[in-house]
């Protein structure tokens, strides 16, 4: 257990749907950040906050939005939803300096 | 901008073997080099990291080398177990962001 919590553990929707994605840090961790993993692809860097400023953008669509709440839970926010959006969420928190804990992730699956 | 490119991307060794996994990298600045780990239905695991100023690092079986001038590294895993099979994945970062690029992943499977 890395102690990085995700709610849901999965999700169905619909196209054209939004869904809303959430992650709690480890205790004491300031950064956080989103992940795309498309089946049996790799990661793909989404978006990172820290302290509740967004620090990093990746490859995140306009359709996609993220934040962090001053409590430092992050929430990844997807609307518009397409078929090729499904695929596991995954959130990373980490300490000032050292690695990313990784979430267990959200699945989704768009229909 | 930074690229990582990992090999091979399915890797099958007999269980009691070693396996070797490599990573190139583009950015020269970069300094941070982790490998992680994920089985199946769960996210990412470190399972060894490395910094520029070391060129081996050893954790029981797994060892990571760096080679700064060629800008490689890789993953050694020896007397592979079936626990070993996963996805291994590495990553470069540089500066203070701890910003991770990272590598399309390596499927390993340990063969009874």
């Known amino acids: 257990d890395s102690g990085v919590t995700q709610t849901p553990k999965h999700l169905i929707t619909a196209t054209g749907q939004r869904v809303t994605l959430r992650c709690s840090p480890r205790?004491?961790?300031?950064?956080v950040y989103w992940y795309q993993q498309s089946l049996d692809q790799g990661l793909q860097f989404l978006i990172q906050?820290?302290?509740?400023?967004?620090?990093a953008k990746g490859n995140i669509l306009e359709r996609f939005s993220a934040q962090q709440f001053p409590d430092l839970h992050s929430e990844l926010n997807l609307s518009s939803l397409e078929l090729g959006d499904s695929a596991l969420y995954f959130c990373?928190?980490?300490?000032?300096?050292?690695?990313?804990?990784f979430g267990p992730g959200t699945r989704l699956t768009v229909l | 901008g930074e690229n990582v490119e990992q090999h091979p991307s399915t890797l099958s060794v007999q269980e009691g073997d070693s396996a070797v996994i490599k990573c190139t990298y583009s950015d020269s600045a970069s300094n941070y080099f982790p490998w992680y780990k994920q089985e199946l239905g769960k996210g990412p695991q470190l399972i060894i990291d490395i910094r520029s100023n070391v060129g081996e690092k050893k954790d029981q079986r797994i060892a990571v080398t760096l080679n700064k001038t060629a800008k490689h590294f890789s993953l050694h895993i020896t007397e592979t177990q079936p626990e070993d099979s996963a996805v291994y994945f590495c990553?470069?970062?540089?500066?203070?962001?701890?910003?991770?690029?990272w590598g399309a992943g390596t499927k390993l499977i340990i063969k009874p």
């Open positions: 990553a470069a970062s540089s500066g203070s962001n701890y910003q991770l690029i």
């Open positions: 990373a928190s980490r300490p000032l300096a050292g690695e990313q804990f």
């Open positions: 906050y820290y302290n509740g400023e967004e620090r």
């Open positions: 205790s004491g961790d300031l950064s």
